[in-house]
């Protein structure tokens, strides 16, 4: 090496290196692993109260009395909250942000108030002293498909239309050769989010409120909260750098953390702490209400589908409408003239459902993969060829071009990694007591129209990327350093990337599976626009924004991203016990921004697959109008024993309709037909078809 080449450089842009697609470990990684990241709960602030809700005994009625005196002498008491001294909050568009503003209960578990003292315990023990006496109603929490107040909602979640129709569905039924008309379900469904809903907030001044919270998208939760309390939103700061999980939980602001900032306003300026117990999280911070699809299929003597019909029924709140868009995905998925899909909801007095985890596309994928499986059974054909058969060219409802679908090479790739020549014929293989099948199904998420802006400020020689982004986990932190290095063309070292802050500028949420997409779109214009106005050699405070921009005509293509399950089971004779001995998945993922990190939200999707496929479960007893099986004992998340080996692969086509780099969604396409490959491997072992989560061994014996 000669001198010249060690001189120190003069530019404040470093050769570039390709960051985007290197198995980066994770930036944060450190921080998490010697317990130095603060998460909600953790920020450290000055003499903390601690909050202990007081939660409904009852299902529906309206409180008369509250007696609190038992519970004030409890030393270390501060106050206690109730509607009767609650802060008075403006209007909202959710319903279920009005915590404390009537005596009216609407669901059992509802947040009636809060005990606020100088340590946890005594709080927690003083809650259990406060009587409530209450004028009670009849509740109403028992799902029927002929409920008198069912209803078809105006858009289902995400924007999509409730019902479809294309085609005669009836006539095309009568003349197919095959069909089978069959009905699926599933219980509700719990995010059940390692870290716990907490939050700590400090009411400084009449205008100035500090929230620590554990949110998918600080920004956006700003914009929803500071109006609620009367505030602008630059008197409002929300601060979410880590967030250990959320599935949805935490996209939107629920009850709780109203809850808190109602009670720090109560003994401001203290700060004030509130995590809920496990069981809390079963009435107040959303689930997967419970769905009931009936579903007919019919094709030909070829096996080509001729007709695809979906009736959903769904439970919903009484307090805020969630119509899960279960329909979408078959809307999407398979060639097909004549189509209906419908959606019903039931509302009834319960917490309010929310998005969990590919909401539509996980409970539609459920249902229409194993109903794949039935028809091609029918057919006599495999149940791979028959889905290739029937792949449309064009999005079959909207007639739009694909961007980039390969759900072909999923399904062929796929089956050749995992053996599927090997697959027996129904029953065909035994060893001991268990009996052995293998399952395909196919996956799907769609692209979701993103929305975000960034601000690239160059500071003591770095480059300050700040984007009101969120890492729920996922490998934010460390992806979206990767792609704003590139679009700068430095190093991943020049880059300090500002995330999880409510004060910087707005970003889609971490939901969706839009977050690496919609970032990077905005981080990537961002950067073009700072390179155009301070060059290669930026002086200091030199800054420029950008924006997400599409660079399609809007709605020009049908994009989505695609992926194959496959899965192998063993049933036992004896016990009727399921386990996933094997699984695999493949993926249309586009480009890939980092192998480590997106291998991760596929394995956990399989993961959460897998364990509503086989133990997630909720009773819903409808005399007291909640689930009784309201912890993680009785109500089984899988644990590191219910999981087996998972291969994970993709097929790398950067698909430039997401987005500058190519990048699709990851985060949910993993869970969508997890189920279904499973029903369709029990099937293969056993002869039995399983059309209700979860596959209990009660459904085998
Ligand atoms: Mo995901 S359910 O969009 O957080």
Known sequence: MTATATKPKTTNKSAKTQSV?????????????????????????KNPAYLFPIVSTIGLGRIKRIEDAE????????????????????????????????????????????????????????ASLVRISYDEAEQDTTFKFDHPALYTPKKVNAGGDPDSILGDVDAALKKAKHKIEASYSHTMQFHSAMEPHSAIAIWEGEKSVTLYDTSQGAAAWRATLAPLLGLEAAQLQVISPFVGGGFGSKGVPHAPTVLTLLAARLVSPRPVKLMLTRQQHFFNVGYRPEIHQRWRLGADADGQLGAIAQNVTETTSKVLEFAEQTVSPTRVMYAAPNRETTTRLVPLDLPPATFMRAPGEFPGMFALEIAMDELAEECGLDPIEFRLQNEPERDPENDKPFSVRLLKDCLTQGAKKFGW????????????????????????????????????VFQKGKYHVQIGAADLGTGAWTILA?????????????????IGQGDLPLAGLAGGSMGTYNWTNAIWHAAQAFRGAHGDDPKAGAE??????????????????????FAEVKVSTVTGEVRVTRMLGIYDGGRIVNPRTARS?????????????????????????????????GYHVAAHADIPAIEVHWIEEPDPQFGPLGAKGLGEVGITGVPAAVSNAIYNATGKRLRDLPFTPDKLL
């Open 21 to 45: 697609g290197q198995d980066v470990v994770r930036l944060d990684g450190p921080q998490k692993v010697t317990g130095t990241a603060p998460y909600a709960y953790e920020q450290p602030v």
């Open 71 to 126: 519970a004030r002498k409890v030393e270390g008491v501060l106050d206690i909250l109730t509607h009767r001294n609650a802060y008075k909050l403006q209007p909202s568009r959710s319903a279920e942000l009005q915590v404390l503003q009537s005596p009216d209960v609407h669901y059992r578990g509802e947040l009636l108030g809060a005990v606020i003292a100088d340590t946890p315990e005594a709080a927690r023990y003083a």
């Open 482 to 498: 990767q792609a704003a290095a590139d679009a700068l063309e430095v190093g991943l070292a020049d880059i300090k990337l500002e």
């Open 601 to 633: 939200q596929f394995l956990g999707g399989m993961t959460m697959g897998i364990s509503a496929a086989l133990h997630e479960e909720a009773y819903l007893d409808p005399r007291f109008g909640e689930v009784v099986n309201h912890d993680l004992a």
């Open 544 to 565: 420029a924004e950008g924006k997400t921009v599409n660079t399609e005509q809007a709605g020009t293509y049908s994009k989505h991203t695609f992926g194959a399950h």
């Open 421 to 456: 020549e090997r697959r027996k014929a129904v029953g065909g293989r035994k060893e001991g007591e268990w009996l052995y099948g293998m399952g395909v199904a196919a996956a799907t998420y769609p692209h979701h129209k993103p929305n975000a802006s960034c601000k690239i």
